[in-house]
């Protein structure tokens, strides 16, 4: 089954969005399979954001991610890294479409609450620097084969 890392960044927790955010996820069917509140150690962020080192919003990115607590989710679900994507929305708050996270909650360019993988590749990366394999749980929900059926080509 696919996995996907979500953290919701301080912005979410500031703002007391992140029952809500979750609530976005789960509601359309992915699985939580990991979780925890955490502050993010600066060298971490830099590891997760190295391909972005040398643009100039690189120095904000990694002072905002690691700026106050977030909560790290892995969902886990058929095409949930694309999924995933779409339920947040556009990078920047005021391009992302109402009915999307970002475009519900968010109007700002840095401040847009949500990081989703955006590769497996990514994903496999991300979910390996955040999680530890005993704290993820696989398991497939009651209802699931309503989620998503095994014939869904
Ligand atoms: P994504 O989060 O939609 O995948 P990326 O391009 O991977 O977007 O950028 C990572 C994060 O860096 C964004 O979520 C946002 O917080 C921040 N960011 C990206 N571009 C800008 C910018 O032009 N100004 C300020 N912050 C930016
Ligand atoms: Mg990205």
């Not at 500031?14 to 502050?39: C, H, N, P, W, Y």
């Amino acid at each position: 089954m696919e996995r996907t890392l979500i953290i919701f960044k301080p912005d979410t927790l500031q703002r007391r969005l992140a029952g809500r955010i979750l609530q976005r996820f789960e509601d359309k069917g992915l699985t939580v399979s990991g979780l925890k509140l955490m502050q993010i150690p600066r060298e971490l962020a830099e590891e997760h954001y190295a391909p972005h080192k040398g643009k100039p919003f690189y120095p904000g990115l990694i002072d905002y991610i690691t700026s106050g607590p977030v909560v790290v989710v892995a969902l886990q679900g058929h095409r949930c890294i694309e999924i995933a994507r779409t339920l947040m929305g556009k990078t920047f708050g005021y391009e992302a479409v109402p009915g999307t996270i970002r475009g519900d909650f968010g109007a700002s360019r840095s401040f847009n609450l949500v990081h989703g993988s955006d590769s497996p590749e990514s994903a496999a990366t991300e979910i390996a620097l955040y999680f530890t394999d005993g704290e993820l749980v696989d398991y497939s929900p009651a209802g699931s084969e309503w989620v998503f059926p095994s014939d869904d080509t």
